[in-house]
């Protein structure tokens, strides 16, 4: 039977927010948040932490995951990618082809425990790999320009019409960087977590903390109400 097997990669380098991964919100860190979601979740099996540091490493494993130890230095630069990881942590963990990675990123904490199971589920319903998005409000990508060689302004999606209004356009949406779930087998095919058809799992609301005004709004809507 296949296992569900959470993991949680958190890398130290980061130099424009420097230890974004272990940042602070309403005293706990966003690598708590990830855990308390994944141990919130019925299907998760197992949680896991892939770091480079032995103090992030400590803090998620008294939270209540797991660890096979500190990431190799080449799997903690800044050109690491993150499937890379992935596939170490598939090798080192001895995971099976049908077995499932949900994978659950610090800097993305508004998500629970219920939006993961879900996410598995569809997962599991559909066969293909799954990640949560929310809706595109302002700006529409098809209003979005870019600046061509001749310094003339040009519609970032070909054929776009930036007058078009507003209620006319293609519902649009981002990556929140949540969840994503995906086999074994298909991360190991296709060194990736998507499939060909991957599923949507679309959320309300999110927010990823890649900077410290980041993580002040964030901070600025918890007083306001935000609750997950």
Request: charged letters at 25%; proline letters at 4%; hydrophobic letters at 40%.
């Amino acid at each position: 039977m296949a296992k569900v097997v959470g993991l949680i990669t958190a890398r130290s380098g980061s130099k424009g927010f420097p230890d974004k991964n272990i940042a602070l919100l309403n005293g706990i860190s966003l690598i708590e948040y990830a855990i308390i979601a994944g141990k919130d979740s019925s299907l998760l099996k197992e949680l896991y932490i892939s770091t480079d540091s032995a103090v992030y490493e400590k803090i998620a494993v008294h939270a209540g995951a797991k660890s096979f130890g500190l990431r190799p230095e080449h799997l903690a630069t800044d050109n690491a990618r993150s499937i890379e990881v992935i596939k170490d942590f598939i090798r080192i963990g001895g995971l099976k082809s049908e077995d499932i990675i949900v994978l659950l990123q610090p800097t993305s904490p508004v998500r629970t425990g219920k939006q993961i199971d879900l996410s598995v589920e569809l997962h599991q319903m559909h066969g293909e790999s799954v990640t949560s998005v929310a809706l595109v409000d302002e700006p529409n990508p098809y209003k979005l320009k870019l600046i061509d060689e001749k310094n003339a302004l040009k519609s970032l999606i070909w054929g776009a019409d930036s007058e078009i209004p507003r209620q006319e356009l293609p519902k649009a949406y981002q990556l929140t960087g949540g969840i994503y779930v995906s086999s074994v087998s298909n991360i190991l095919e296709k060194a990736s977590l998507f499939s060909d058809n991957t599923v949507p799992l679309i959320v309300e609301d999110f927010c990823n903390v890649d900077s410290e005004l980041d993580l002040e709004f964030l901070k600025f809507r918890c007083e306001r109400g935000l609750t997950w």
